[in-house]
């Protein structure tokens, strides 16, 4: 539906090392690119979310998104046991009906990565792990590698690093972009989400100049907060990010997923941001490989209007398993 | 294929109850033409016939212009404010009670998307209402003297691109001033004013304050000309606006006109893009182009003109164009088989004129009148295009190299009304807001509107200014010996 701007690419290799080159280079770079206009992304997010999506797009949309979900447990008091569970509801999200697809992965700290890989055995949904001192990333370079080895040693496919905010605020752009880069390699084949922290950022030109930043250090997913900071996703934020990666690849032909997180709980915020993904970055991006929920209590709600869409009436929270 | 196809989201149009044909509204009743002839009113989109509408002959504005005499003279000029207020609070209200009501038939019957009537128009018709309710009481204190006095009685002439929009517009600050209003809604676009006739009744304003004639320009006329109309406001063609011009001149008329317009919409080399592109959008295919002040002359930056255009287009890509109640419509139907000619007929002369032609892939429905978003660029001040008003979705891109030359292409137009500024510079918003002769400036938005901020013409756009607490000087004797 949304074709590229061309397939000329404006940044290609030796272009790209230019602008990391350097702290300055790098700068220059970032503060070069077009400011957003607070009011104005604000309004178009509202407006998209008056799109109504009905009946058969219904259907699709909550299908999609349910195949989108990183199924997150990201507490203190999380145990073995309470991991085993959710990624058993992670394969089978209703037991009632198997014609639900499982979610894209389930989101756990680094310590229980061998249990959900245990857990998952040889099922598509994937380990995603958060590491690098998640949710603050106040550790130093080296902990952050450990932390991420150590994840994908144990079985992540998918490591969700946080970058430091702090760096990114003082203006420090190379420490932020030397510690995704080392993450990077320390992540060996796993993909790496990079969490901006947004809520942290708090203007939508620092959104899309970090998304950049993120993007050019070798991100694969760029993610919007950690759930622990309000506000966590929303959809200017979002819609700041998609249009993000639909820039780069159109100026480096590389593909970047995106993964809102936190505060997604119904079902209608989630189709919502599907149609942000659709009308902003384009239907490539409609895919668990290029767009993800970090979500938990968003499955429950979906899959109760799924059911309400096959049976026509709404069974009650007790029929949905709470795990 | 797309892989993500929003289904049909059809508004329901049980809610309106559209009659099989329409008299006048004089004197608080509805009442059927001394000469009994009528017109069709029709639903653009499907070229259905939705009610006969009768047409007002001599005698009829007559009727109409006496009831409003004897309104003024009887009741509503000895009113006070407060009593004047509380009608309009009164109307107002009723307006969101059947707001639902009142979008879907101003969509069946200009053809406008039903996310636009029931997030753009109708809030808005409410919000005037609101916000002129409000200055009834306090006339005192406006700046127009101690104890400023209205006209008697106005006659009142709309278009039809935002049929009850503009009704809001001239009836609600033409009452809480103390005039008495006789309005003509445009032939095409009747029903939602004989809707709000209704709502007169509903509310129990006293019959003749506001009388409603339907007819076309015949009417029109006679309204203009009759001799105890005491004020004119007219929103249309800038052709019919110096008509009335010339025949209220000599007369002890007054008159605020607000017409025409081909606004320029700059683009700066630091703009906001993305929001930009938004902005152009919103400013030339909101309402299908039909706006008066829609920003139909797209300046841009040579040095990011590339940019842009891929970026708008693109963007034009995903416009949805169809059943205007379809609650994902972005763009809806021509009003009329008259209007798409029109279109149609300077759009062929861009095209001649050699500048370059282009429409994002959209299917148009097979009945009705439609035309699809269209993007001419290589325009130069010198086309037709780049001067005339199209009043459709047709937009001419022009390029600019420095701030002077965007400042003397956006103000080489007889038109003035409105002009939009896109720029990441503060300071630079605030000298183009200075330099463009035009009677609305946008910064980086376009298309905003709000009852308490004042609205009209430069030049060949109009004289008089609607909205806020300058629309209300057009109702009264200001400067004149109470």
Known sequence: MTPRLGDVTTLDEVRLSDVTSSEASLRQFLHGLPAVDHVGAEARAAGLATRSIKTTAKQFAIDLAISMIDLTTLEGQDTPGKVRAMCSKAQRPDPSDPTVPPVAAVCVYPDLVATARAALGSSTVKVASVATGFPSGRTSLQVKQADTREAVADGADEVDMVIDRGAFLAGHYGQVFEEIAAVKEACGDAHLKVILETGELSTYDNVRRASWLVMLAGADVIKTSTGKVAPAATLPVTLVMLEAVRDFRDTTGRQIGVKPAGGIRATKDAIRYLVLVNETAGEDWLAPEWFRFGASSLLNDLLMQRQKMITGRYAGPDYFTLD | ?482
């Not at chain 2, 039909?290 to 040579?302: D, F, I, K, P, W």
């Not at chain 2, 029109?342 to 095209?351: A, F, K, M």
């Open chain 2, 1 to 482: 294929m797309t892989k993500f196809e929003y289904a049909p989201a059809p508004e329901s149009r049980a809610i309106v109850d559209i009659k099989s044909s329409y008299g006048l509204f004089i004197g608080g009743r509805f009442v059927d033409p001394t000469q009994g002839t009528s017109f069709k009113s029709v639903n653009p989109a499907t070229e259905e016939v939705l009610a006969e509408i009768a047409e007002a002959g001599r005698e009829d504005v007559d009727a109409a212009v006496s009831a409003a005499r004897t309104a003024y003279t009887k009741t509503w000029s000895s009113l006070s404010g407060r009593d004047r207020g509380k009608y309009l609070f009164r109307i107002a209200r009723i307006i969101q009670e059947r707001s639902r009501e009142l979008a879907v038939l101003e969509s069946i019957d200009n053809g406008k998307p039903i996310r636009e009537s029931r997030d753009a128009d109708i809030p808005q018709v409410a919000a005037h209402f609101f916000y002129y309710a409000g200055w009834a009481d306090k006339l005192n204190y406006a700046g127009f003297g101690t104890n400023p006095q209205p006209y008697g009685v106005a006659g009142q002439i709309i278009p039809w691109n935002f049929p009850l929009l503009m009704l809001a517009w001239k009836i609600a600050p033409a009452l809480a001033t103390g005039n008495t209003v006789v309005l003509k809604p445009a032939e095409t676009t009747p029903l939602s004013a004989l809707l709000f006739a209704e709502i007169c009744q509903q509310a129990e304003l006293p019959p003749g304050v506001v009388n409603i004639i339907t007819g076309a320009g015949d009417t029109g006329q006679m309204l203009v000309e009759h001799p105890d109309v005491d004020k004119i406001a007219f929103t249309g063609s800038t052709e019919v606006g110096k008509a009335i011009a010339r025949s209220v001149a000599g007369t002890s008329k007054k008159a605020t006109l607000e017409l025409g317009g081909k606004a320029a919409n700059v683009v700066f080399d630091d703009a906001p893009l993305d929001q930009a592109v938004e902005g152009i959008v919103s400013g030339i295919f909101f309402n299908q182009g039909h706006v008066c002040c829609a920003g139909s002359r797209l300046l841009v930056q040579e040095s990011v003109y590339d940019d842009v255009l891929a970026r708008l287009k693109r963007r034009l890509t995903t416009l949805r164009v169809g059943d205007p109640l379809d609650k994902n419509t972005d763009v809806g139907a021509i009003n009329s088989a008259e209007q798409l000619a029109r279109i149609r007929e300077l759009s062929d002369v861009g095209e001649s004129e050699g500048a370059e032609r282009w429409s994002p892939p959209c299917e148009l429905p097979d009945r009705g009148f439609w035309f699809p978003p269209t993007v001419f660029t290589g325009v130069s001040q010198a086309h037709r295009i780049a001067r005339e008003e199209i009043f459709g979705p047709v937009l001419s891109v022009l390029t600019f190299r420095t701030p002077a030359e965007a400042v003397e292409k956006a103000n080489n137009t007889p038109y003035g009304l409105s002009a939009g500024v896109w720029t990441d510079k503060g300071s630079r918003i605030l000298w183009m807001s200075q330099q463009l002769r035009a009677g609305v400036v946008w910064a980086n938005t376009f298309n905003k509107f709000d009852p308490s901020s004042p609205f009209g013409g430069y030049k060949e756009s109009g004289y008089g200014r609607e909205g806020g607490r300058h629309g209300l000087e057009a109702y009264l004797k200001v400067g004149e010996a109470a």
